[in-house]
């Protein structure tokens, strides 16, 4: 079936500009986790998502950073005022629950921003 | 959530097993330990995970000391798609962090012919 799918595949942005990254989780996974990976930090957790709620937003970075879901499905993830410390590879995963062992990645979103 | 310490990098031959190393002397009683590969420019892989008894799939085996200080993950016949940085990470389940996976730096696996 189909796997996590995220777009855009890479985004271009300059200094300032608000971004929208997108997330399709696994069809039926009600858990739903965004994360970030640069080359200074590594693999960061940003904010994870069971259902439309989301218990924990403790790796947000700033107030710049938003995220929604709607529906139990989609999640979007925005950046605000864009600055080049935000540029990284964000990755969004998704479990069928939210106690489940096993997360399931996408292949992310590369933002550059200049 | 207790922390973990993996060499940075380690080769392997084709075809052999690969041994790889992980270190959580601070690992709590509740606490399983996950390992995840990520292979270059893709997402992260789950592979496999325990509490504190051996553990084996189709992927790899999973080996925890007694003590449940360290643990060793075991591809038994390494392949070229086996090259990836592999995340061992230890989790409390059904807890606030749960969701949370929390990556170290991982070991750079390199498979050679």
């Known amino acids: 079936g189909a796997g996590v799918s995220q777009s855009p595949s890479n985004k271009v942005t300059e200094k300032g500009k608000d971004v929208e990254l997108r997330c399709d989780p696994i069809?039926?996974?009600?858990?739903l986790y965004w994360y970030r990976q640069s080359l200074g930090q590594g693999l960061e957790f940003l904010i994870y998502?069971?259902?439309?709620?989301?218990?924990?937003k403790s790796g947000l970075p700033s107030d710049r950073f938003s995220a929604e879901r709607t529906g139990g499905s989609v999640s979007t993830l925005t950046i605000q005022r864009t600055q080049q410390e935000d540029s990284a590879v964000y990755l969004c995963a998704s479990s069928l629950t939210g106690t489940d062992n096993e997360q399931f990645f996408g292949p992310g979103t590369r933002l550059t921003v200049l | 959530d207790a922390k973990t310490t993996q060499p940075p990098s380690m080769d392997c031959a084709e075809g052999r097993a690969a041994n790889l190393p992980c270190n959580h002397s601070?690992?709590?009683?509740?606490?399983?330990v996950y390992w995840y590969r990520q292979i270059h420019s893709q997402g992260p892989q789950y592979i496999i995970h325990?509490?504190?008894n051996n553990e084996t799939n189709e992927m790899a085996s999973l080996i925890i000391t007694e003590d449940r200080k360290s643990s060793t993950l075991i591809l038994p016949h390494a392949t070229l798609r086996d090259t990836a940085v592999y995340y061992c990470?230890?989790?409390?389940?059904?807890?606030?962090?749960?969701?949370?996976?929390?990556f170290g730096a991982g070991t750079q696996v390199v498979v050679t012919p």
């Open positions: 990470i230890v989790r409390v389940p059904w807890s606030d962090s749960w969701g949370k996976l929390q």
């Open positions: 069809s039926g996974h009600t858990a």
């Open positions: 998502f069971q259902g439309n709620s989301a218990p924990d």
């Open positions: 325990g509490l504190k």
């Open positions: 601070t690992i709590s009683g509740n606490e399983y």
